[in-house]
């Protein structure tokens, strides 16, 4: 066949769809897409053409089904016998089920080859192919087409053992196989939008093994000079989408199958990972009750028939209530006659009364949907805290329909037991530490000239924060020291009346700039400390400067109009199980630190020694 009819074909790369799949399309300089679109298949397989003379490449062959179609397509570009190598990247029947009908075409070239990994061979001989085959590990991981240099990138256990990538140096096309892959209803040879991703997350979370062998290929390819992805499988991914496909592709979680026993409903896996990740998530990063109860809700309802969601825990001999009627905020109440008798029961009990841990009864047990029509079943999810033996809390869902669970399903929703048991025993030790605040107050346990809290306050208020940090209920506990710097001189230049005026002040920047389950305190003095609860260290550390800026900005009246106040701050983060003496004297050296060095600074604190 001449060059001139090589030209012939359609070199134009606008998308294709299933109308119009019975011609070649030119997708690179030289490489052809050289498929067969399958109608009322979201499982598409495309095999794509090399043309490089004598030396000409076939990339991931295909299977028996679609043959003649796809050589229908390389005899519109070029002779078959010219092609020379046949690259198997992985060795499924889709891409390799075609060998042995090549292996006996009177045309084939007399030099035909199969490439690819000796593990991927060591499968392939089984055909008992005449072609001798090459490994690529042997060959240096590339192929060289007379000064056309193909790269191999190995991609282990993606899907296979022995899967790897091939990489045209000269274009700058990844031809991926099954990695960049994606399901597809209505397919576009091209990805048009963001949109393409859908359907790579769709095929990767139960296709690929699991994340950490997911990032490893894909960390190995993104140094690639990339300009097209060719996948085996979905859409064609054009320059302008790669980085955001790596980004998403970096994201999601793999493995789904290690969720099921029996489901082969892929889709239901997938809604089911999503519940069981957007819930682990949000409870981890977020401190606000109401913000875990609406990302549980949102990834729920595609799954159950959920109307409302409540919860109830016992702490202190007390019922609290967190339900949509107080925007999830602690409320105590009895709880429903359905579960009084449930809540502070052994957790291994409750199991064998109820043969799961999971609860199905008909109507609600919560006394807000007893009467609501709409409302025919309830779920019951005893929740938990590590080390605790006892049903502390549980979650009830009411549902406007009655289900049967699957046992996926139930497995997802009783692994969110326990971190929703965290989060809840957490909310209701806040809601605790609120009352407590409350009560603390009206007992004049502020300061009375600063308003902050007092160093009683803080021994009892900071022991339950220190104890939540032990058990792993928070990220962080972090103590802030501070000290006005010369304050001795504004009590001597100005007067007492005048120094009050200036501890107020300062006290009124902590103030403001702490959240309200923070602790702040006046030690004494000219001295005032804040416990700072969970955030990052970079976080806690910007709040202190942000402090340190407030309070230079500080403007006076009177005696001290021009005067400008500074103080001093040394950081320490509490290490698990540390002393509450040891923690403070850690912040103190901090602070002390931090005057010998010129004052108006924040200094950290030296890490705990390891235990």
């Not at 016998?81 to 889709?94: G, K, L």
């Not at 390819?221 to 085996?232: F, G, M, T, V």
């Not at 806040?430 to 600063?450: G, P, V, W």
């Amino acid at each position: 066949m001449t060059s001139s009819a090589v030209n012939t074909a359609h070199p134009n790369p606008d998308p294709l769809t299933l109308e119009a799949p019975d011609h070649p399309v030119l997708i690179a300089e030289s490489i052809w897409w050289v498929g067969s679109l399958m109608g009322d298949d979201s499982f598409q397989c495309h095999v794509y053409l090399i043309v490089h003379g004598d030396n000409s490449v076939l990339i991931d062959p295909g299977s028996v089904l679609l043959f003649p179609i796809v050589l229908e397509k390389i005899q519109k570009i070029i002779p078959f016998n010219q092609i020379r190598y046949f690259v198997c990247q992985h060795q499924d029947p889709d891409i390799a089920g075609v060998l042995p009908i090549i292996d006996l075409r009177p045309d084939r070239h007399p030099q035909a080859t199969v490439v690819s990994h000796w593990r991927i061979n060591a499968l392939l001989k089984h055909y008992a192919l005449r072609m001798p085959m090459l490994c690529v590990e042997e060959n240096g991981w590339q192929l060289d087409l007379n000064g056309r240099i193909l790269k191999c990138i190995f991609t282990p256990y993606l899907h296979s053992p022995g899967a790897f990538c091939t990489f045209d140096e000269a274009t700058g096309t990844l031809f991926s196989s099954d990695l960049f892959g994606g399901f597809t209803e209505t397919l576009h040879l091209f990805a048009q939008d963001e949109r393409v991703m859908e359907g790579i997350r769709f095929f990767h979370e139960h296709y690929m093994p699991s994340r950490e062998i997911l990032l490893h290929g894909l960390f190995k390819l993104e140094s690639l000079p990339l300009r097209l992805i060719a996948p085996q499988h979905g859409s064609i991914i054009p320059e302008r989408l790669i980085p955001f496909v790596f980004t998403r592709l970096k994201e999601i979680d793999c493995g789904l199958y290690l969720m099921t026993h029996s489901c082969s409903n892929v889709q239901r896996l997938v809604m089911l990972n999503d519940l069981l990740r957007k819930s682990m998530e949000r409870m981890v990063m977020s401190r606000d009750f109401s913000e875990v109860v609406s990302t549980l809700m949102h990834s729920a309802i595609p799954l159950l028939p959920v109307k409302t969601l409540r919860f109830h825990g016992l702490f202190n001999d007390q019922y609290i209530r967190f339900g949509p009627e107080t925007h999830y905020r602690g409320a105590v109440a009895q709880p429903p006659a359905a579960l009084r008798d449930r809540l502070g029961t052994p957790l291994e009990a409750w199991r064998q009364a109820e043969g799961s841990m999971l609860l199905l009864v008909p109507g609600s047990p919560c006394t807000e949907d007893a009467m609501d029509p709409e409302v025919v079943q309830t779920l019951i999810l005893p929740l938990f805290a590590p080390g605790r033996l006892n049903v502390d809390g549980v979650a009830t869902l009411a549902l406007t329909e009655e289900i049967t669970l699957d046992p996926e399903t139930r497995a997802v929703l009783e692994q969110l037991g326990l971190p929703l048991g965290v989060a809840l025993e957490r909310e209701i030790i806040f809601h605790s530490l609120n009352k407590e605040r409350e009560k603390f107050y009206q007992i004049s346990t502020r300061d009375q000239l600063t308003g902050l809290y007092t160093r009683f306050y803080m021994r009892d208020a900071v022991a339950r924060l220190c104890d939540l940090h032990d058990r792993g209920h928070q990220t962080g506990l972090a103590l802030a020291a501070f000290d006005i710097d010369h304050f001795k001189r504004v009590n001597d230049t100005y007067g007492h009346p005048e120094g009050d005026v200036v501890l107020k002040k300062v006290a009124g920047v902590l103030l403001e700039s702490v959240r309200v389950e923070d602790v702040p305190v006046r030690m004494g003095g000219e001295e005032f400390v804040i416990f700072l609860i969970g955030g990052d260290p970079k976080g806690v550390t910007g709040i202190t400067e942000r402090i340190l800026e407030k309070v230079r900005a500080l403007t006076f009246t009177g005696a001290m109009t021009g005067e400008k106040v500074t103080i001093s701050c040394g950081l320490a983060f509490r290490g698990q199980r540390e002393p509450l003496d040891t923690f403070m004297q850690r912040a103190d050296m901090a602070l002390y630190t931090a005057k010998r060095n010129g004052r108006n600074r924040v200094c950290l604190a030296e890490e705990l020694p390891p235990n």
